[in-house]
């Protein structure tokens, strides 16, 4: 065990941080929920690629920079510590290119990883249905073969930036006749395919940040399908656990949350009457410390050549509850300006609270709820029974 | 950067593990508690001829020269296994005590040689604690007044036997005098020595905490599998599951932080009070929770002397409040992490770094 940096680490920690200082845009970028603040988005993501930081633990062909797991730390560290803007393109680059990677073919990786690393190709994701959340095998839009192609109809919904993205990662069931996780299929479609039909869905601030996706006789080949035919179940499980597991949210995000969360705290310490809040913000700050401790670890182990496995959901759940607990606190602190928006007159820097508050209420909900999570901890890592 | 234990660390824990395993069982505690003095002096011979007592004794001492990090994996072995026999406190709290003293006091020095040949036991004072644990059967007693540390043999203190909740813990008030040749250091030194100790002795509780949770909580596993009611196991139940993976989420986010706290009492012993605290803090929240949630799980049956759980259970609630409650140690966390000077931060995480 050693918990210094190299020197070299403490040099990439330094040049991440110069390149980010001068190449951060001057003025915040708007929502990547409208249309104008996505394009920005986009724009930043190219920026990125330029330098070739979009993602630095993919290989140089990818355009990254072959990184190892710690140096990535470090990378988002500096991100969150420069309040860069956050990654507009994160189903792909955190979700689908790891999924790429280990399942694609060759022609696939050189058609979709190079795009969506250059920032060209901005990626949804679409797994749920109206009758398929928790319950995903429950899953009916179907893609029948037609020769070369699938014929695509149903359903996806709760599509995060589907409004303005380019493609859409899915799930379909390829087999007609089966049932549950069998006959499921991994499928790439472009959401301006003839036949696709995107509704947005304003979020609880009021963009659209999800959308429906409704097919109707939508036609794509054959080799946008990822892995082999009925092969989409496991293929998801493993996005699923780069989703849960270290990439998605790394633990610099909320070092930063909890750092502007005691600054908040000292500036207004004086008229806090909650004797709580005191204890909140410092177990806030423990508890982001905790999480950075706990994946510096795994990261340490998984350069050994180790495996992440069911630990993924524990993290999953420490993340997000603790993403709640920081701003719940921080409404706390703000009292009756909680509730102002950014937008309004007198908000100053406390709509950015309730931006934050409000995302923290979708944590323990998206890339599976909690409560399976507590599940999947309970029967696969505790080894209780399930029925 | 590497936040790994080497393949020795984790091999010479793992034996260890097995040695616990073969030897301390919920039958063995039992029939000590009916002993007098609840110690099993075969069973301390046993380890003292693994080299147990001494590994963080130096070499030239006849100890095996090792640290904190070295043995926090087997600290929590020593929780899980319930082990009531001092093994903890001697290692990582009497040793490196008197390792701390014993180039310049020959007492010392010749007190860690008999630790490590199983001679001779130290039990230790601390302001924190208020009593002495294992008093009876140590030899001698390093006792804190003030800011000085002194070394009294055990016929020049009166001692008086307390009841633990725990039938395993054996707690001692100490009535002493204390005199010049009986003290070790005082001042400055004193006061850094007691504070050091402090945190070993935290360190050490946290450590024993998490293998407590662990326990608990494959014991409650093992318990909602077997027990049937409306005829399926009790464990399908997901609310029963629930509080089982609340207590695996709060122990694994407890397990970074003791690295964290045993590395830097290795390597930053001045700057340890932080990371220390940390450690306790979440792991007697972790230990607490398994106790609350474990008995919940077993029902009726967790609340008898029968059932085993309250080895595990009495122990948790004990040693969060050992070496330094939770109040003691939020405060600590507070005083740091509020000062406004306090470098904080996702680049800080490990300190201050070129």
Redesign the interface.
């Known amino acids: 065990m050693d918990l210094n940096y190299t020197p070299e680490q403490n040099a990439f920690r330094k040049e991440v941080r110069e390149w980010l200082a001068a190449n951060i845009p001057a003025e915040p970028l708007q929502s990547f929920d409208t249309a104008e603040g996505f394009e920005q988005h986009r724009e930043w993501e190219k920026t990125l690629a330029k330098g070739n930081w979009g993602m630095v633990t993919w290989p140089k062909e990818y355009g990254g920079r072959g990184c190892n797991l710690i140096e990535w730390l470090i990378f988002e560290e500096e991100y969150y510590r420069a309040k860069a803007p956050l990654r507009v393109n994160q189903n792909g680059i955190f979700l689908l290119g790891p999924t790429l990677m280990e399942y694609g073919t060759p022609e696939q990786k050189e058609r979709f990883i190079s795009k969506m690393a250059s920032g060209e190709e901005m990626w949804a994701q679409g797994w749920s249905e109206p009758g398929a959340g928790s319950d995903m095998a429950a899953i009916r839009s179907k893609a029948i073969r037609d020769g070369d192609e699938y014929v695509i109809n149903g359903q996806k919904v709760w599509s995060t930036r589907a409004v303005f993205a380019d493609w859409v990662f899915c799930i379909f069931r390829t087999d007609a006749d089966s049932e549950r996780h069998k006959g499921l299929s991994f499928v790439f479609v472009p959401l301006d395919a003839p036949g696709v039909t995107v509704r947005p869905i304003p979020q609880l601030d009021g963009l659209p940040g999800f959308a429906e996706i409704f097919f109707d006789d939508v036609r794509v080949p054959v080799s946008n399908r990822l892995g082999g035919e009925g092969e989409g179940w496991n293929i998801a499980m493993a996005t699923a656990g780069f989703e849960r597991g270290l990439m998605l949210r790394s633990p610099a995000r909320f070092q930063e949350t909890a750092k502007r969360l005691v600054s908040l705290y000292r500036e207004h310490a004086n008229d806090i009457m909650d004797l709580s809040i005191e204890n909140a913000v410092v177990k806030s700050y423990m508890d982001a410390e905790a999480y950075a401790l706990s994946t510096y670890q795994t990261a340490s182990r998984l350069m050994k050549g180790g495996k992440i496995g069911s630990e993924s959901s524990v993290n999953k759940i420490f993340w997000s509850e603790l993403d709640q607990l920081m701003h719940e606190t921080a409404m706390s602190i703000l009292a009756s300006r909680a509730e102002l928006l950014p937008s309004s007159p007198n908000a100053g820097d406390v709509g950015e609270w309730l931006d934050g508050f409000m995302f923290a209420q979708s944590g323990p909900i998206y890339a599976g709820t909690n409560e399976i999570q507590r599940n999947i901890i309970a029967e696969r890592l505790l080894g209780m029974p399930r029925k | ?6 393949e020795d660390q984790l091999l010479f824990c793992e034996s260890v593990k097995e040695f616990l395993q073969g030897e301390v069982t919920a039958e063995s505690i039992r029939a000590s508690w009916d002993t007098d003095t609840g110690r099993n002096s075969e069973l301390w011979t046993q380890m003292v001829e693994l080299g147990l007592t001494g590994m963080l004794v130096p070499e030239a001492y006849g100890g095996l020269g090792m640290n904190e ?1 070295d043995f926090i994996l087997l600290a929590q072995e020593c929780g899980r296994y319930a082990l009531p026999e001092p093994l903890v406190e001697t290692v990582l709290v009497a040793t490196p005590l008197l390792a701390s003293l014993a180039d310049t006091d020959a007492r010392c020095a010749s007190l860690l040689e008999k630790i490590v040949s199983g001679e001779v036991m130290i039990a230790v004072g601390h302001a924190a604690n208020n009593l002495v644990s294992d008093a009876h059967v140590a030899d001698y007693l390093l006792l804190p007044k003030g800011d000085q540390v002194h070394l009294v043999p055990k016929d020049q203190v009166e001692l008086i036997a307390e009841k633990s909740v725990d039938p395993s813990r054996r707690l001692f008030t100490v009535k002493w005098e204390g005199n010049d040749e009986t003290c070790l250091a005082s001042g400055a030194e004193g006061v850094a020595l007691l504070a050091a100790t402090l945190n070993r002795g935290a360190l050490g509780a946290a450590a024993q905490m998490v293998g407590l949770a662990e326990q608990m ?1 494959a014991m409650s ?1 093992q318990y ?2 077997d027990r049937l009611q409306f005829g ?2 009790i ?2 139940n ?1 609310a ?3 509080h ?3 207590c ?2 709060k122990t ?6 003791l ?2 706290a045993a ?1 830097t009492v290795v ?1 930053n012993p001045a700057h340890a009070d932080f990371a220390v605290s ?1 450690a306790k ?2 792991a007697g929240e972790a230990a607490l929770l398994a106790a609350k949630n474990s008995i919940q799980s077993f029902g009726a049956m967790g609340y008898t002397w029968e059932c085993d759980l309250h080895i595990w259970m009495k122990r948790s609630w004990a040693l969060d409040k050992f070496w330094g409650h939770a109040g003691f140690h ?1 405060n600590r ?2 005083q740091w ?2 000062n ?1 000077n ?1 470098k ?4 800080m ?2 300190g201050e ?2």
């Not at chain 2, 950067?1 to 080497?6: A, G």
């Open positions: 950067m590497d936040f790994t234990f080497t990090l909580v596993v909602t599998t399926k196991p464990g399908v997901q029963l599951k629930h089982m993976a609340n695996a989420v694994e986010f407890a397990k970074a932080p690295y964290r590395y390597q940390h803090v979440v939020k966390l507070h992490l509020l406004p306090a904080i931060g996702a680049e995480t490990f770094q070129a």
